[in-house]
């Protein structure tokens, strides 16, 4: 999970000032010395670092801190703060242009993503903003570089638009071309990297620009690669001008680095982040959410965001009649099952939540072998059984685990899971359970 060390370097000297009481200007430097440590060793620029902790000293010596009656909750407060500044203080989106058609043109070195995240980008923008995306293959050197293009726009039905090896500069002037014949009002170019930054790469990417002239020059970042990242974005930004930066692979970096220097090197903003391997698993990125993530306040926001994608609107109203009539079924409880599953996981679920409730999920992981025998053992059953788990008896468990390939136990083990649940719906839908388990009422709950 993304800066999951960093988190928990800063929660226990936080914890370490809330024990204290009062404070004073010695406990102050003491806390911010550690707070430098853990941001050095989350790999963030030393430059950054020297500077954000200047920034917060200055704050939080001042009266409003030292004389507070929450002191230590003063300075989070600040640490929050400066931490969203960092990061950029707001969302920036995606550059529309008023033409008709905008063009996004994608940079960055080979291995960091441009490919697979171009694809995401076109989802996503067509999804949340009606867009109607062309991918364009400007790589022509890296093997396999175009028929990946082609393969992740053919799983997400997205046309692929490309022309072999020729001059990249034609390509992208072609493809242009081909999308004002074809209506497609949003062209996304996945250019050619590097293994490093050379001359003759940035002299094509700098014809690139100068022929379609982009709305936007997204860099494509690799968040792993920690100081490299860094060093890569001042470099694309000064031959290019980037306007903005993508963050690929945040959710297997524990440290997250990068993420906090990008921002405060270039000038330039993080509009969005690759959060795993799933071709929807791309989000706008908040620097104020992501501050939350960082602290262990959680990300409720974003949660909710990514349960409502998921949910399908008429089924959670059903749902949600019928858990105020008690009439949960095991369809009901195989839907509730996919839905978690597209939310991406409990793992990435626990990143969003605040404080103890994230630590007692981080980790977890949503077994596929598991979930392709429940669908099995409940696709082996007459809809009478799935409406009526109570009248599966012996012979008909005994059918149910031949049809599905499994044992009489495993179908015991689901109706036990089954009735546990249906349980907790009776709970949710009397009102009994906290937080935003109990909104299920309007949404259908989540599933779990």
């Known amino acids: 999970m993304a800066f999951e060390s960093l988190s928990d370097k800063l929660g226990n000297v936080f914890k370490k000032l809330r024990g204290k009481g009062r404070l004073s200007e010695a406990d102050i430097k003491e806390a911010m010395r550690e707070v430098r440590m853990a941001l050095l060793e989350a790999d963030v620029s030393y430059k950054v670092v020297r500077d954000f902790v200047k920034q917060v000293s200055e704050r939080a010596v001042g009266a409003d801190v030292l004389e507070s009656l929450t002191p230590a909750q003063m300075v989070i407060k600040i640490v929050n703060e400066e931490l969203v500044k960092l990061m950029g203080s707001t969302t920036t989106k995606l550059n529309i242009s008023s033409r008709g058609?905008?063009?996004?043109?994608?940079?960055?070195?080979?291995?960091?993503?441009?490919?697979?995240?171009?694809?995401?980008?076109?989802?996503?923008?067509?999804?949340?903003?009606?867009?109607?995306?062309?991918?364009?293959?400007?790589?022509?050197?890296?093997?396999?570089?175009?028929?990946?293009?082609?393969?992740?726009?053919?799983q997400l039905d997205i046309p692929v638009f490309q022309m072999g090896t020729e001059d990249p500069v034609n390509i992208a002037k072609a493809a242009i071309e081909h999308a004002?014949?074809?209506?497609?009002?949003?062209?996304?170019?996945?250019?050619?990297?590097?293994?490093?930054?050379?001359?003759?790469?940035?002299?094509?990417?700098?014809?690139?620009?100068?022929?379609?002239?982009?709305?936007?020059?997204?860099?494509?970042?690799?968040?792993?690669?920690?100081?490299?990242?860094?060093?890569?974005?001042?470099?694309?930004?000064e031959a290019l001008g980037i306007t903005g930066v993508m963050l690929t692979k945040l959710d297997g970096d524990a440290r997250g680095g990068a993420a906090l220097s990008v921002r405060a090197v270039t000038g330039k903003p993080i509009k969005f982040c690759g959060v795993g391997e799933k071709l929807d698993a791309i989000e706008p990125f908040h620097p104020d959410r992501m501050a939350s993530r960082i602290l262990g306040m959680g990300d409720v926001l974003t949660l909710i965001e990514k349960a409502e994608q998921s949910f399908d609107?008429?089924?959670?109203?059903?749902?949600?009649?019928?858990?105020?009539?008690?009439?949960?079924?095991?369809?009901?409880?195989?839907?509730?099952?996919?839905?978690?599953?597209?939310?991406?996981?409990?793992?990435?679920?626990?990143?969003?939540?605040?404080?103890?409730?994230?630590?007692?999920?981080?980790?977890?992981?949503?077994?596929?072998?598991?979930?392709?025998?429940?669908?099995?053992?409940?696709?082996?059953?007459?809809?009478?059984?799935?409406?009526?788990?109570?009248?599966?008896?012996?012979?008909?468990?005994?059918?149910?685990?031949?049809?599905?390939?499994?044992?009489?136990?495993?179908?015991?083990?689901?109706?036990?899971?089954?009735?546990?649940?249906?349980?907790?719906?009776?709970?949710?839908?009397?009102?009994?359970?906290?937080?935003?388990?109990?909104?299920?009422?309007?949404?259908?709950?989540?599933?779990?």
Not at 115 to 140: E, H
Not at 196 to 214: G, N
């Open 313 to 448: 609107e008429k089924k959670a109203r059903e749902l949600a009649e019928k858990m105020r009539k008690n009439a949960f079924t095991l369809q009901d409880y195989y839907d509730q099952l996919q839905q978690l599953k597209s939310m991406g996981g409990l793992g990435d679920i626990a990143g969003m939540l605040p404080g103890g409730m994230g630590k007692a999920m981080a980790g977890a992981q949503i077994n596929e072998r598991e979930m392709a025998r429940t669908e099995a053992m409940i696709l082996s059953m007459t809809q009478k059984e799935r409406n009526d788990p109570s009248i599966i008896n012996s012979s008909r468990k005994k059918r149910i685990a031949a049809g599905s390939g499994t044992q009489v136990v495993d179908v015991n083990r689901l109706l036990k899971q089954y009735d546990m649940m249906r349980q907790l719906t009776r709970q949710m839908s009397k009102g009994k359970l906290p937080g935003f388990l109990g909104g299920g009422r309007r949404r259908g709950g989540f599933p779990f």
């Open 101 to 154: 058609m905008t063009v996004v043109m994608l940079v960055g070195l080979q291995g960091a993503g441009k490919t697979t995240n171009g694809a995401k980008l076109a989802a996503l923008m067509r999804k949340q903003n009606g867009k109607r995306p062309l991918l364009v293959a400007c790589d022509i050197y890296r093997p396999a570089a175009i028929k990946q293009l082609e393969t992740v726009g053919r």
């Open 180 to 237: 004002k014949k074809h209506g497609n009002d949003l062209v996304i170019l996945d250019t050619a990297g590097r293994l490093h930054i050379d001359e003759t790469l940035m002299d094509e990417l700098r014809r690139i620009k100068a022929e379609v002239r982009p709305d936007e020059i997204l860099l494509v970042v690799d968040a792993m690669t920690g100081q490299d990242a860094v060093n890569a974005a001042s470099a694309f930004d």
